[in-house]
């Protein structure tokens, strides 16, 4: 679907099956590194972005949506569009959990995180 489709700017929820895992087993990165490399690897190669979103660290999940794994990942590959959103479905949860996710992308090696103008990418300094 991503070589078919264009209009847009990040994608997101790359490992959302963590949060409906029916196993309840913790999915070990390294079994689907490659599949998420091919993933990132084309989204870099279209301009395009990520977006880490913290809804899993409110949902108890132990980490954001994606998780520093495929972070880190995305970054070696080269990849800098980043956004961050709190998937807030009430006031309370906006911006959840933001400044820990800085932090992360920092210890990461990323610079900037971005927002949007008519599709194209604006970086803030972090």
Not at 81 to 89: C, K, R, W
């Amino acid at each position: 679907m991503l070589n078919s489709f264009d209009e847009y700017s990040v994608a997101g929820h790359l490992d959302i099956v963590r949060r409906y895992d029916i196993y309840r087993a913790p999915l070990k990165y390294k079994e689907y590194r490659d599949s998420v490399e091919v993933l990132l690897k084309n989204l870099i190669g279209k301009g395009k972005g990520i977006e880490v979103n913290t809804s899993g660290i409110r949902y108890g999940k132990g980490a954001n949506h994606p998780n520093d794994e495929i972070l880190q990942t995305y970054y070696e590959l080269g990849g800098e569009i980043i956004t961050i959103g709190s998937d807030a479905h009430n006031g309370r949860d906006i911006g959840y959990d933001v400044s820990n996710v800085i932090k992360s992308l920092k210890r990461i090696g990323f610079k900037t995180i971005n927002t949007f103008e008519q599709m194209r990418p604006i970086y803030h300094k972090i």
